[in-house]
């Protein structure tokens, strides 16, 4: 049932970004508080705000109201104007809703699912403050570090195959970071990213479906870019790609290759069925057969090895019986 009344925050103000689009094309050059002001169509005085508030997320501007403004360096910020420019001709460069700091990307997008908003919407943050993990958990979601994304699809899919995007995003993800970076990540079934054994990423798909027909599928990606430490209880299970290459990422570039990515592997999943996605997923993945691996859910846990995926990309599991059974929900860990 749709729901009746919606609770969308309101999406960055494009002044903002006309701001940051003005300083980075004149970088360097100190430009006055009265011309941004003029240009941007705002009071001097809400120029220093926002230049404090970009300052606050990582943006390197210098100056203040006396003197004018400048950037130090051109911002790895997300704004739409500059991925809609690099995403021409992509279903993901039509509708862009970027947001400073949000509650969550995936709620937001569940919104514009029932609002009707067309499929390729694309949600994104700077920053979110109750990021949403799978099964209930929390996902970390620091300023300007990560990349908090979740893209609104309308397939003409069953429900049980909805959760191969979960699988399929996690491909495109890993060859747009292998492209860019040259690591080889693994994927952990279902949704995991993982490199070097510890947490790069994380996929949440969610959706909205009658019985024998999706209605909207959200399906949220978060990958850790350049954070360099994480809170305590997360420090020895997470890492990002800048703690294993000591090298700063460009999240703009990341974020474009992983929608162009997605867009092929969405076209190719829509066109040739699941095989497309179970059979890479497959052979790039170390979880996918073979392992030994520790079931739980909520009835029971239990030892195995992985045998294969099922045709709906479920994991199969031989158990010490012998028998074999197939995970639908549950945590799945490397046996120790
Ligand atoms: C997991 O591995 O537990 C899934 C993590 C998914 C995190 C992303 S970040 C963007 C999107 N918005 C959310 O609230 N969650 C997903």
């Given at each position: 049932m749709p729901k009746a009344k919606s609770s969308l925050p309101e999406t960055t103000d494009r002044r903002i970004t006309a701001l940051v689009t003005l300083l980075a094309e004149n970088a360097t050059i100190i430009i006055s508080g009265t011309r941004i002001a003029r240009e941007i169509g705002v009071s001097r005085s809400t120029v220093w705000r926002w230049v404090q508030r970009l300052r606050e997320l990582g943006v390197r501007a210098k100056g203040h109201p006396r003197t004018g403004y400048y950037l130090e360096k051109v911002p790895d910020l997300l704004t739409p104007d500059m991925l809609k420019t690099r995403l021409k001709g992509s279903i993901f460069g039509r509708h862009i809703h970027h947001y400073?700091?949000?509650?969550s990307t995936n709620r937001v997008a569940m919104e514009l699912g029932y609002s009707n908003v067309p499929e390729g919407a694309v949600v994104l943050a700077e920053e979110q403050t109750a990021g949403r993990g799978r099964a209930g958990r929390a996902w970390h979601s620091e300023r300007g570090t990560g990349i908090y994304v979740t893209l609104l699809l309308r397939p003409?899919?069953?429900?049980?195959?909805?959760p191969l995007l979960t699988m399929m995003a996690g491909l495109s993800a890993r060859a747009a970071i292998q492209a860019q970076t040259g690591l080889t990540l693994d994927l952990k079934w279902p949704n995991d990213l993982m490199l070097n054994g510890k947490k790069l990423g994380g996929i949440l798909t969610e959706m909205h479906a009658e019985p024998a027909q999706v209605r909207f599928v959200i399906v949220g990606i978060g990958v850790n870019a350049n954070q360099e430490k994480f809170p305590a209880e997360l420090s020895s299970i997470a890492t990002s790609l800048r703690a294993q290459t000591s090298r700063s990422i460009s999240r703009m570039e990341l974020l474009v290759r992983l929608l162009r990515e997605f867009e092929t592997d969405y076209n190719r999943f829509l066109r040739d069925g699941a095989a497309s996605v179970t059979q890479r997923f497959e052979s790039v993945s170390s979880y996918a057969r073979g392992k030994r691996v520790i079931v739980s859910n909520a009835a029971e846990t239990y030892a195995g090895v992985t045998a294969g995926l099922s045709p709906e990309g479920l994991l199969r599991v031989e158990r010490e019986s012998g028998s074999i059974v197939t995970v639908i929900a549950g945590d799945v860990r490397e046996a120790s």
């Open positions: 400073l700091k949000v509650d003409k899919i069953s429900p049980v195959q909805a």
